[in-house]
């Protein structure tokens, strides 16, 4: 029976080349491992008499309650099912605290033709969201020939059309701020943007400007596909900010399908206190 309080003895090896071969050798077969295991876990969940599982568990794999047990054994029914690897279950619930979510094509497309055209801009991203979202030049923080490396919110945007998935958990604040001074023209030049934020962002005290402009509230879950290559809802579901009063009526054709559509400046004649033309009268 395994016992977790007692440790293999691990010897020490002589050269680098060694270590690094054990080091890639334990990372080939740890994931083949923890497959076997959520399989032979099923196995022996269908074995085990009805109401004896969590007794089987605590005396014969001391480390894993009912609770753990289960999400390794849907962990490997999955891999099974899609036939590729997927991040393990405990990796699995780091998701919800990453970064990098990128936008489902549905609404890409959606945001492509509520701004007229092909985005210039995608002020934070990478190679692979860009992939669909197809913008013109995109900044990126990691080293990549398309940026450079280059951070976003260091650079001036200037865009006709932008789209903009921000980073959800480091700096959405700022990006949002960013995006609401850069239409306002105080720190760039953008004519109209589209951004995706989730709904918990509503409850923030920078999102407040944001107000001023058409929001979408996404009523079903969507779809991000994640830099592992799985997709994940997240728990907060999804809002859509159109940043282009202007474009109020094609947002609203475009993205009811997705949700429902709030402005708290909207009357029967549209935008009723200012539209992208106050500040950029020579906008089309």
Excluded at 112 to 122: A, E, T, W
Excluded at 142 to 150: T, V
Aim: aromatic share 12%; proline share 7%; charged share 30%.
């Amino acid at each position: 029976m395994f016992d977790p309080a007692i440790l293999p003895i691990v010897l020490p090896l002589d050269t680098l080349e060694e270590i690094t071969a054990d080091i890639q050798s334990l990372m080939r077969t740890r994931r083949e491992n923890n497959y076997i295991l959520g399989l032979r876990l099923i196995e022996a969940k269908e074995k085990v008499g009805h109401g004896k599982w969590e007794a089987y568990l605590a005396e014969n794999v001391r480390i894993f309650d009912k609770r753990t047990a289960q999400r390794w054994m849907k962990w490997a029914r999955r891999v099974q099912a899609n036939e590729t690897w997927l991040p393990d279950p405990d990796e699995s619930d780091k998701v919800s605290f990453s970064d990098e979510w990128y936008t489902p094509i549905e609404v890409v497309d959606a945001a492509r033709r509520v701004l007229g055209g092909r985005f210039n801009l995608d002020p934070a991203s990478c190679t692979e969201a860009n992939k669909i979202v197809d913008a013109e030049r995109f900044f990126s923080l990691r080293p990549e020939p398309a940026s450079a490396g280059i951070d976003g919110l260091n650079q001036r945007w200037e865009a006709e059309r932008m789209f903009h998935n921000p980073p959800w958990c480091k700096g959405t604040g700022r990006f949002v701020e960013k995006v609401y001074s850069s239409f306002r023209q105080r720190d760039g030049n953008v004519y109209s943007a589209i951004v995706i934020l989730n709904r918990g962002h509503l409850a923030m005290p920078w999102f407040a400007p944001m107000l001023a402009f058409p929001i979408c509230i996404f009523n079903r879950d969507l779809r991000y596909r994640t830099p592992g290559g799985t997709k994940h809802s997240p728990r907060q579901g999804t809002i859509a900010v159109c940043v282009a009063p202007q474009l109020w009526r094609r947002f609203k054709e475009e993205f009811s399908p997705f949700g429902r559509i709030v402005w708290m400046d909207e009357d029967e004649e549209g935008p009723p206190q200012f539209t992208s033309a106050d500040y950029y009268p020579d906008f089309k």
